[in-house]
Each structure stands twice: as structure tokens, then as C-alpha cells.
């Protein structure tokens, strides 16, 4: 196939680095900032660089920040060829996908929002990498017209770079998992951080602390826009969070040493139950008809 892709920060320069060495398909980027497109074509990670007329592309990824995604779709769609396929990585959906799909359709395009699950801490096509893939989940969220044979393909070609594991659900489910999953994580990594005591950390730590600070260097731009785009999600979650975080916070100011040892029990029987389903849980998982309360 003939791929563009559409902003060639840490996803999508991994992206054009992925199908590059793992693929045959010829690859073309597109870049707000023209010194990176060149940077890319110049070590080879891309066969061209686009400009704004996307005639010609079998698959256009757009990988730019949610808040630019449907400005970039919406200027450049009428340009595309009928039966191309557009996907987004946007990390968080609300109305996205419909409001996309629609616009598309008027050229017919076919829409269809992903989300892979990989990063880094560091932002920028200088930390792109061609393995962030390798191993890791595929999400796509397909609405009600989205023809199957369509996820067959972008599902096909994740599969090319590296992704693994593939979650079929809707946006609505992918929203709310994501706050769980994703953006409290980051809450709670970046609120770790601000205790005082963290100026002493050094030769204190182990991994414990390493693994819940890792995050907190994260992109306060994108991560903004996310946490905002989804924030009634986030806040369910902070709500159980903290909830969660009272028990052991009243146990501990009462002494209670049973009710402590009970709810670091609890944690661990959910633990080792999530990790449980995890084994046996198929490559791809199709959750569009699964509701949530």
C-alpha cells in the first residue's frame, strides 16, 4: 500500500520507522514543521513527503494532538481518493469518531479511530522508535457503518508493525476504560511527585518508586488536552480512587492492623485475578455490544 502519515512526532515517526523496516509498503510523511519531514526523508524512515493534496494514499494515519486531529482531517479530506482509509491515535474519543466518519463519507473515505496503546515519557520524532509496537495493544473503536473489511485492514497492517493484542469497542467504552487505565495513572503519578521529601529521594528508591514516577515527565500539552477531552470519565475515577485511598488513610489513623491486612488482601486477590484473565484472554477481543456501569 501507499501510506501517509500525518505528524511525525513519537507515534507517528514509530509508525513511519515501523513500516519502514517491517513492511513493503512505501510510506510518506507529513509534518507541521518541515525540518522534521526532511530529517525523516533524509535517514530514510519515509519514501516522500506530502503536501496538502492526499490523492493517491491507500491509508492516511493521522497522528497529531486531539485538538488538532479534526482540523487537519476536516482541511484535507475533500483532496483524498474515494476508498482510502483515514484512521486517528487519538487517546481519548468523545465525539470523534462520529463527527469524522460523517465528514469522510461526503468524499468516500472511510473513518476509523485507533488507539495504541505505547509511548514514552519524552515527546518528538527524535525518541520515535520502530519497536514501540513490538508486543503491544491495538484499539479501534468502529462505529455501527464502519464496513468490517475496514478493520480487517488497519488491523492487519498494526499487525505488520508490531501490535499484538486487538480490543474492538465502542467510543464511549474506550473512553471510560481509558481514564481507568491510562490518564489516572498519570494523575496519580504527577500528584506523587509533588510530595516535599522527593528532594531526598536519591538512594532511597527502588523500582517501587521508579514505576510510579516514571509518568509524571509526561507532555503537559497533549496530556492536558486529554485529561480535559475526558475528564467526566476521570473523575468517576478519581471519585473510586480516593474512595479507595479513605479505607486505608481511616485504617491506619485507627490502628486497625486487621482492616489494613484486609484491604492489602483484597488488592492482591484483584490483582492476581486481573492478571489471571490476562492469560487467558484471547488476541482480539471484540467489545462493541459490552456495557459498562
Not at 99 to 114: D, F, I, M, N, R
Not at 145 to 169: C, D, L, M, S
Not at 202 to 221: P, V
Request: overall charge negative; aromatic content about 8%; glycine content about 8%.
Amino acid at each position: 500500500m501507499k501510506i501517509l502519515v500525518a505528524g511525525l512526532g513519537l507515534i507517528g515517526g514509530s509508525i513511519c520507522k515501523a513500516l519502514h523496516m517491517y513492511t513493503e509498503h512505501g510510506v510518506y510523511g507529513w509534518n507541521r514543521t518541515a525540518a522534521v519531514a526532511e530529517k525523516a526523508l533524509e535517514e530514510h524512515v519515509i519514501d516522500g513527503i506530502a503536501g496538502d493534496d492526499c490523492s493517491g494514499f491507500d491509508m492516511v494515519m493521522v497522528c497529531l494532538y486531539p485538538a488538532h486531529i479534526r482540523e487537519w482531517v476536516r482541511s484535507h479530506a475533500a483532496t483524498m481518493t474515494p476508498g482510502t482509509i483515514v484512521i486517528d491515535v487519538s487517546g481519548v474519543k468523545t465525539d470523534l469518531p462520529e463527527e469524522l466518519t460523517k465528514l469522510c463519507a461526503q468524499y468516500g473515505v472511510h473513518y476509523l479511530s485507533t488507539h495504541p496503546m505505547a509511548g514514552k515519557e519524552r515527546a518528538g520524532y527524535s525518541v520515535s522508535d520502530e519497536d514501540l509496537y513490538q508486543g503491544a495493544n491495538f484499539i479501534m473503536t468502529p462505529l455501527p457503518e464502519t464496513p468490517e473489511y475496514v478493520i480487517a485492514q488497519v488491523k492487519n497492517v498494526a499487525h505488520q508493525i508490531g501490535f499484538r493484542r486487538f480490543v474492538i469497542t465502542t467510543p464511549e467504552l474506550h473512553d471510560r476504560m481509558i481514564a481507568y487505565t491510562s490518564q489516572l495513572a498519570h494523575v496519580v503519578s504527577s500528584s506523587y511527585v509533588e510530595s516535599p521529601v522527593i528532594e531526598l529521594e536519591s538512594g532511597f528508591s527502588g523500582g517501587s518508586f521508579h514505576d510510579m514516577t516514571r509518568i509524571a515527565t509526561m507532555n503537559e500539552d497533549m496530556w492536558t488536552d486529554l485529561f480535559m477531552e475526558n475528564r467526566e470519565g476521570l473523575l468517576t475515577e478519581l471519585d473510586t480512587l480516593m474512595e479507595h485511598l479513605g479505607d486505608y488513610r481511616k485504617a491506619l489513623a485507627a490502628g486497625d492492623r486487621e482492616r489494613v491486612y484486609e484491604l492489602i488482601r483484597e488488592g492482591r486477590l484483584r490483582k492476581e485475578q486481573n492478571l489471571q484473565n490476562r492469560r487467558n484472554s484471547p488476541s482480539t477481543i471484540d467489545l462493541r455490544d459490552k456495557k459498562l456501569s
